[in-house]
């Protein structure tokens, strides 16, 4: 009994902490006040920990209202993961490099690749947003999902409640054929590598990706800053073994390191 009531205590501790330490980010700081693009923000912030803060910062004071319409729907029941400052981070780069074809490997339930398309409309900039996802509670070796859920139509159901055209869905694992295919085919401007987490799948997904990124495109990998300076704060995450292993072993050998939001690490193909 007296075990319980410690981990209640605890429990509840933690959760006045991270509410603490969010709103303590949150509040305006004159320092974060000026809005960057990505580039003058690394240059300026160029510390994960501040690069973070300012996103985060960037979200909630100088980002259009928008973006924070779109992240509130997809908090809501949990429709989507990530943080704020992920948003302003794709605000940013949106604006600044343009890309026009985008995949993300690994959709859930739409939030990223609808953001995307939001961010489009927002900036009168075209984009062409694909997805490939198994659309099913397939999990990892660190990862379990929700099995009531039709996450395609969860997803299509989405894109039509923001008034965003239909992306073009793979409904597959990356690595079938039908996926890698899709990849393929095309040249691309901007890869968020966000699917399976277990190492043997993000490399496979990693080099396919960089591939067949175009010269000068992004490519976005997620849950990939363990063994990194960055120190999270507690309404944030490091990222997961597999991805961080590809990070520091591949990309940040094969590619141009950009910077890093949190766990997201934006490289370029040179």
């Not at 004071?61 to 029941?77: I, N, T, V």
């Not at 739409?110 to 995307?116: C, H, P, R, T």
Request: aromatic content about 12%.
């Amino acid at each position: 009994m007296e075990g319980r009531f410690t981990l209640r205590v605890r429990t509840a501790m933690h959760k006045a902490m991270l509410t603490f330490q969010y709103w303590n980010y949150s509040r305006y700081r004159e320092r974060y006040g000026k809005d960057l693009s990505f580039t003058e923000a690394v240059r300026a912030f160029p510390s994960r920990n501040a690069l973070h803060s300012y996103m985060h910062h960037y979200f909630h004071h100088l980002g259009p209202a928008g973006l924070r319409d779109h992240r509130r729907y997809f908090s809501y029941g949990q429709r989507g993961f990530g943080e704020d400052a992920f948003h302003a981070m794709w605000w940013v780069l949106l604006r600044e490099f343009k890309p026009r074809m985008c995949l993300e490997i690994g959709v859930y339930r739409g939030q990223v690749i609808s953001l995307w398309a939001t961010v489009g409309a927002l900036l009168k900039i075209p984009i062409d947003v694909h997805g490939i996802s198994p659309f099913q509670s397939v999990g990892d070796a660190v990862s379990r999902y929700r099995h009531d859920i039709d996450y395609l139509a969860d997803t299509l159901a989405s894109f039509r409640h923001l008034g965003l055209p239909a992306p073009t869905l793979v409904h597959a694992l990356s690595t079938d054929a039908t996926a890698t295919e899709h990849i393929d085919q095309r040249l691309w401007d901007l890869v968020y590598v966000d699917g399976n987490h277990d190492y043997e799948v993000a490399v496979a997904d990693y080099r396919r990706c960089r591939d067949h990124l175009r010269v000068g495109g992004l490519l976005v990998l997620d849950d990939a800053s363990l063994n990194t300076d960055f120190s999270a704060p507690l309404f944030s995450f490091k990222g997961h073994p597999g991805p961080s292993r590809v990070a520091k072993e591949s990309a940040m050998t094969e590619m141009k390191f950009l910077g890093a939001v949190g766990h997201n690490n934006i490289f370029a193909k040179i």
